[in-house]
């Protein structure tokens, strides 16, 4: 009887614990959620999200830290060695993950033995923690997340704090503990907003991550707010450093040509500082406004599934929309991020089975396409789905003969980049040409023409037979290249 007691009183302790840490998680979240994206983290949500977790943060005693400007001490240099093999082994496709992780944890007890900058332990337990992620040993990926956070803080490094509370929030996420993993996403991008550049990859990522979690959560007007608010305060951004950049004398020739890698005024010598402004500005504005393009696109997603067409699709077409003029105002009616703006919509119509509008779309990118003087690959690439897409279409539409034509012209420039261009580039053209040469056989079929159908069979097969679709080398003597490419191939067919 007593120990059953004991049993009930100790169920009874877990279970009020975790209501706790339930209440105490949606507390931190609401507290996040009533701030503007873009503020600073408050103190009080990240001493709320420090006492919630359930991972104890190490208080570290690190011996004979090496003082600030010192050049690396032999410590130093032993877990620097350590980290280097252990990213060789870990880049080794013949050798399996858990050596790489081995090696990798030698460095972090280097590392803890003292002798260290605590950066220096923050990113050897960074790296750990990231490779067991990856081979889902979520406890142990927490518990060095744990030590690099609080090295982190030791450091007195808010961006890598940042970094490790994502890793939290990976964990947890990946075993579905929710509130938990959206707390820690919240708190890493509360001290990303503080320490780094609004435009960090990191931070952008983070958001990203967080939206899906709120989705999962049944909260999808707060994760399409949070995407659709930082597209904005993006845009927001790109335009106040233009402005700057424009009255500081740089033109948006100079501006467009930085970001290009060019010199945006050719023949004339400018001071080096012109140049690094002209360059961190071009970069700047460029990156901002792609990334609220994404950002907008990912939202119109969440609002408008492709698995789910039905959804709030007039919201979702608004962010479309939203996205195309951001395009246009900041790149041009006749660039290629236009183009991809209106390839969005033009998908997401045609989801919606509105052909006639996807088939404008459509027709509006080709014409855009036509204006360029120099093509390259992707843009070739991009033209062949464009071609088949309107094939589809107009098929749909019963315009079948004008789709045989669209589909003849997709295949004739599929098969050109087969001759031409990098090997991924082949790699998907290769694959594109069996289901154009498919298509081209059922249209002609369906306008009687059921010669033109055999030969676009016999084509195919021909093709086949003669090896024309290029071959690619399999695993053997160069296995890590040769792994490398079947990787690229699965991911393009």
């Known amino acids: 009887m007593e120990q059953g007691m004991r049993l009930w009183w100790l169920m009874k302790a877990e279970w009020l614990r975790r209501a706790w840490l339930h209440v105490r998680m949606a507390r931190v979240l609401s507290i996040w959620l009533q701030m503007r994206v873009g503020l600073a983290a408050s103190l ?13 943060i190490p208080d570290l005693k690190l011996e004979d830290i090496p003082a600030p400007g010192v050049p690396a001490t032999a410590a130093e240099k032993r877990v620097e060695q350590a980290n280097t093999l252990a990213d060789k082994l870990l880049d080794d496709p013949q050798k399996p993950l858990h050596v790489a992780i081995k090696a990798q944890q030698v460095a972090l007890r280097l ?4 002798g260290v900058r605590p950066e220096v332990l923050s990113s050897a337990a960074m790296l750990l923690a990231n490779m067991l992620l990856h081979g889902r040993r979520w406890g142990e990926a927490k518990e060095a997340t744990a030590i690099a956070y609080a090295a982190a803080g030791r450091a007195e490094r808010p ?8 890793l939290f929030g990976l964990a947890w996420s990946s075993e579905d503990r929710l509130e938990e993993a959206a707390a820690a996403y919240v708190a890493a991008i509360g001290l990303a907003e503080e320490s780094m550049d609004v435009l960090n990859p990191s931070l952008h990522r983070a958001r990203r991550d967080l939206s899906q979690i709120l989705l999962k959560m049944g909260r999808q007007d707060e994760a399409v707010a949070l995407l659709v608010t930082s597209a904005r305060q993006l845009c927001g951004l790109a335009a106040d450093t233009e402005a700057r950049t424009l009255a500081a004398g740089v ?3 100079a501006l467009a040509a930085a970001v290009a890698g060019e010199d945006g005024s050719a023949g004339k010598t400018r001071p080096a500082q012109q140049d690094q402004l002209e360059v961190r500005a071009g970069v700047l504005v460029h990156s901002a406004r792609r990334s609220a393009i994404r950002s907008l696109w990912e939202a119109a997603d969440l609002l ?11 919201q979702a077409e608004q962010l479309l929309q939203e996205a195309i003029q951001v395009a246009g105002e900041g790149y041009g009616r006749q660039s290629m991020v236009f183009v991809q703006c209106l390839d969005a919509l033009a998908r997401f119509s045609r989801r919606q089975s509105r052909l006639e509008e996807a088939l404008l779309l459509y027709r509006h990118q080709l014409a855009i396409l036509d204006g360029f003087r120099a093509y390259e690959l992707p843009m070739v690439q991009h033209r062949v789905l464009l071609l088949r897409a309107s094939a589809e279409a107009l098929d749909q539409l019963g315009e079948t003969g ?9 295949l004739l420039q599929a098969q050109a980049l087969v001759k031409v261009g990098s090997e991924p580039h082949q790699r998907a053209a290769a694959a594109a040409l069996e289901p154009l040469f498919t298509l081209v056989a059922e249209l002609k079929e369906k306008t009687g023409d059921k010669e033109g159908a055999k030969k676009a069979r016999r084509s195919m097969l021909q093709a086949r037979l003669e090896k024309k679709l290029p071959t690619f080398t399999s695993p053997g003597k160069k296995g890590r290249k040769a792994t490398r490419q079947n990787k690229l191939k699965v991911q393009t067919s």
């Not at 009080?44 to 999200?49: G, K, N, Q, S, V």
């Not at 961006?159 to 994502?166: D, L, P, V």
């Not at 004008?402 to 997709?410: C, G, I, L, S």
């Open 111 to 114: 590392a803890l033995a003292g």
């Open 44 to 56: 009080e949500l990240l001493a709320a999200f420090e006492a919630a977790l359930d991972v104890e």
């Open 159 to 166: 961006a890598a704090k940042s970094q490790a509370m994502t």
């Open 402 to 410: 004008t789709a045989v034509d669209y589909a003849n012209q997709a």
């Open 251 to 253: 033109t948006r020739a």
């Open 304 to 314: 408008a599934p492709p698995e789910v067409p039905a959804g709030a699709a007039e």
